[in-house]
C-alpha cells in the first residue's frame, strides 16, 4: 500500500449501491456493523436509468428508479451506513483482513466484504437506441413490457434471455419481432420450441437493426436483412434489447470463483463466495433472474451471512 494513503479498518465494507448493496447495508447497519459502502461508477445501479418501476412490492402507485433509490439510500444511512461516492479500484482477498484501496485515495482493511457490484446490460451501440433509451427502448422486458400491452414490439437476441423476454412480451403484446443475427437461436431447446410455438412471436433470422425510429418516443425500427441487405420498417412502440448482460466483477479476477462470462460463484443457497468472508449479492452472481427485488433478498442474504461469520470469529469458531 501506498504509505500517502490513509488506512482504515471496517468491519463490513459493501461494494456497489444498487438494491443488493443497499439491502445488506440497511441489515448490516442494523446489526451495529457500522458498514461502509462505496457506491461506485453509477450509484444506485441499473435502476437509475430506469423509468417506472412497478413490480417491487411496497409501491402500489409504482416508482421512480431514481426515486427508489434514493429511499433505500436514506433507509441505510437512518441506521448508520456510511455511503462514499467513490469506487474501489483494487482488493486483495488472499488474507484477512482484506485490503482494499478507493480512488478517493482510501487504503481500507475490511473483516468482510459484500460484493454488489451488479452487472451492466450490453447494447448495440447505436445513437437511436441511445437517445430513445427510457422512451420506448429498454433493456429490461420484465420492468417494460407492460407499458406496451396490446402494442407490437421488438426485441434482439436469440439467447434464453431473449426468449424468455419475448415469451413474456408474447403474453402482453399484440405482436413481437424478434430479431436474430444468425440463422438460429442460441437459447435452449426448450426455450426455442417455446418461442416458435407462440403464434405472435415472429422469429427473423438473419436480420440486425439499422436504426430505432422515432423523435420522442419510438414509432418504429428500420431492420436489414443480412442475406440480401435489403432493409424495411417495422411499425413498433417498444424495442427491447437482450443481448447479454456483462458482471462488473473486472477487479475480483484470479481471486473469486466466476463463470466465463464473469458472474460470481457462489454457493448453493448461500451469498458465499469461495473466499471466506466474502459474499456476493444481486446481479454480479444473478444471470438468471436479475430483478431489483431478487437482488436486495440475496443483500439481506449476504448481511444476514456476514455478521454471523464475524461473530463465528470473534467467538474463535
Ligand atoms: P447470450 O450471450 O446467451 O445470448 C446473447 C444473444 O444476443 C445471442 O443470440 C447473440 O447472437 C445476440 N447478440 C449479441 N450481440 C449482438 C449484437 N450486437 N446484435 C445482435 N445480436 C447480438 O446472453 P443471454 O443474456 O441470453 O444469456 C446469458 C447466460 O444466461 C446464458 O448462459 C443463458 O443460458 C443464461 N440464462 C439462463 C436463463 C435460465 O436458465 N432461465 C435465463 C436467461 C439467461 P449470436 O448467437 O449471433 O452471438
Redesign the pocket.
Known amino acids: 500500500m501506498n504509505p500517502e494513503q490513509q488506512e482504515e479498518k471496517v468491519h463490513v465494507l459493501i461494494i456497489g449501491s444498487g438494491p443488493a448493496g443497499y439491502t445488506a447495508a440497511i441489515y448490516a447497519a442494523r446489526a451495529e456493523l457500522k458498514p461502509v459502502m462505496y457506491a461506485g461508477f453509477q450509484p444506485g445501479g441499473q435502476l437509475m436509468i430506469t423509468n417506472e418501476v412497478e413490480n417491487f412490492p411496497g409501491y402500489p402507485e409504482g416508482v421512480l428508479g431514481p426515486k427508489m433509490m434514493e429511499d433505500l439510500r436514506k433507509q441505510a444511512e437512518r441506521f448508520g451506513t456510511q455511503v462514499r461516492y467513490s469506487s474501489v479500484t483494487e482488493v486483495d482477498l488472499s488474507k484477512r483482513p482484506f485490503a482494499v484501496r478507493a480512488d478517493d485515495g482510501k487504503s481500507i482493511m475490511a473483516d468482510a466484504i459484500i460484493i454488489s457490484t451488479g452487472a451492466t446490460a ?1 447494447w ?2 447505436l445513437e437511436s437506441e441511445q437517445r430513445l433509451n427510457g422512451s420506448g427502448v429498454s433493456a429490461c422486458a420484465v420492468c417494460d413490457g407492460y407499458f406496451y400491452r396490446g402494442q407490437d414490439v421488438a426485441i ?9 423476454e419475448a415469451l413474456y412480451l408474447s403474453k402482453l403484446c399484440n405482436k413481437v419481432y424478434m ?4 440463422d ?5 431447446v426448450v ?1 426455442q420450441r417455446r418461442v416458435e410455438q407462440a403464434p405472435n412471436i415472429e422469429i427473423m433470422y438473419h436480420h ?2 439499422v436504426e430505432v425510429l422515432g423523435e420522442q418516443e419510438v414509432t418504429g425500427v428500420r431492420v436489414r436483412n443480412l442475406e440480401n441487405n435489403t432493409t424495411r420498417e417495422l411499425a413498433i412502440t417498444g424495442f427491447f434489447v ?4 456483462k458482471p462488473n466483477t473486472e477487479i475480483f479476477k484470479g481471486q473469486l470463483d466466476m463463470d466465463s ?1 464473469g458472474y460470481l460463484r457462489t454457493a448453493p443457497d448461500s451469498t458465499a463466495t469461495n473466499v471466506e468472508g466474502v459474499f456476493a449479492a444481486g446481479d454480479c452472481q444473478d ?2 433472474f436479475r430483478q431489483a427485488v431478487t437482488a436486495a433478498g440475496t443483500g439481506c442474504m449476504a448481511a444476514l451471512e456476514a455478521e454471523r461469520f464475524l461473530v463465528g470469529r470473534e467467538m474463535g469458531e
Open positions: 450490453k448495440l451501440g434482439v437476441g436469440g439467447g434464453d434471455s431473449s426468449a424468455e430479431l436474430v443475427r444468425k438460429r437461436l442460441r437459447a435452449s426455450m440486425d437493426t437482450a443481448i447479454g448482460h462470462v444471470k438468471v
